[in-house]
Nanobody, 115 residues
Framework: QVQLVESGGGLVQPGGSLRLSCAAS????????MGWYRQAPGKQRELVAV???????NYVDSVKGRFTISRDNAKNLVYLQMNSLKPEDTAVYYC?????????WGQGTQVTVSS
């Protein structure tokens, strides 16, 4: 059983930056692909970024060039650096861990981009 705890959300002005963190416990961290999802009010949850166990990454087109996902396997942490934030980035952001057999979610952290 893997537990995921997100932190780092908050209120930021357009153009600002935030860094989200996700602390994982209870499993072999490097064996999981780690992702960040988000869900805005009235919308479906969408994959924002993923970092695979080997370190390669993928991003949704809307955040390419602005967001960076990274992981620290020694500390069981995954990060999402978000720059040049836009109001449309406002959502609850969820950390996700998955491998071939199982998938886990964090409780989510709110990100609000507003002036």
């Amino acid at each position: 059983q893997v537990q995921l705890v997100e932190s780092g959300g908050g209120l930021v002005q357009p153009g600002g930056s935030l860094r989200l963190s996700c602390a994982a416990s209870g499993g072999i961290f490097r064996a999981y692909d780690m992702g960040w999802y988000r869900q805005a009010p009235g919308k479906q949850r969408e994959l924002v970024a993923v970092i695979f166990g080997g370190g390669s990454t993928n991003y949704v087109d809307s955040v390419k060039g602005r967001f960076t996902i990274s992981r620290d396997n020694a500390k069981n942490l995954v990060y999402l650096q978000m720059n040049s934030l836009k109001p449309e980035d406002t959502a609850v952001y969820y950390c996700n861990a998955r491998n071939r057999f199982e998938m886990y979610w964090g409780q989510g952290t709110q990100v609000t981009v507003s002036s």
